[in-house]
């Protein structure tokens, strides 16, 4: 304990009002000691209940090809078609189906723009939307 030595007035020291919080500070470090361990151990896993899923097998899409010569000839999968109903005809069958088929068109470097833009105008007004251009490094430099 400390004490306060008055200004020398009196013989009588004077009383301290200050409390002793060293007992405070030991009774809550056994607290919190007592805490830590009684405290069970976390796991860091998450145990969850997750539903199986159950997706159907994944199918391989038919692969149509079609393929514009620079002559301006159709080629569907390496068949020749003769004109442009035959190609509207092939078109309008392949997005009737259900799964529709994807269309690979693939025109020679040589083919006019216009051939390509009748093609592409037929296959979205018949509503062939699996569409993907293919072979176009020939047109890169």
């Known amino acids: 304990m400390a004490m306060h030595i008055g200004s020398g007035r009196s013989d009588e020291p004077e009383v301290i009002m200050d409390i002793n919080t060293t007992p405070l ?3 809550m470090l056994v607290l919190i000691i007592m805490l ?3 405290i069970p ?3 860091h896993a ?3 209940n997750m539903p199986q899923a159950s997706a159907p097998p ?3 899409p038919e692969v149509i090809t079609l393929d514009i010569e620079a002559g301006g000839t159709l080629l569907w999968n390496g068949e020749t078609l003769p004109d442009r109903a035959a190609l509207e005809a092939k078109l309008k069958a392949a997005a009737a189906q259900p799964d529709q088929p994807e269309l690979h068109l693939r ?3 040589a083919v006019e723009y216009g ?3 009748m093609v592409l105008a037929s296959a ?3 509503g062939v939307t699996k569409l993907g251009m293919v072979g176009n490094e020939q047109f890169g430099p």
Do not use: C, G
Request: proline share 0%.
């Open 36 to 38: 830590i361990i009684t």
């Open 124 to 126: 979205q007004r018949l």
């Open 58 to 60: 994944l199918v391989k």
């Open 46 to 48: 998450v145990n969850l």
């Open 25 to 27: 500070i030991d009774v």
């Open 107 to 109: 025109a020679n470097r």
């Open 41 to 43: 151990v976390q796991l």
């Open 115 to 117: 051939v390509v833009a």
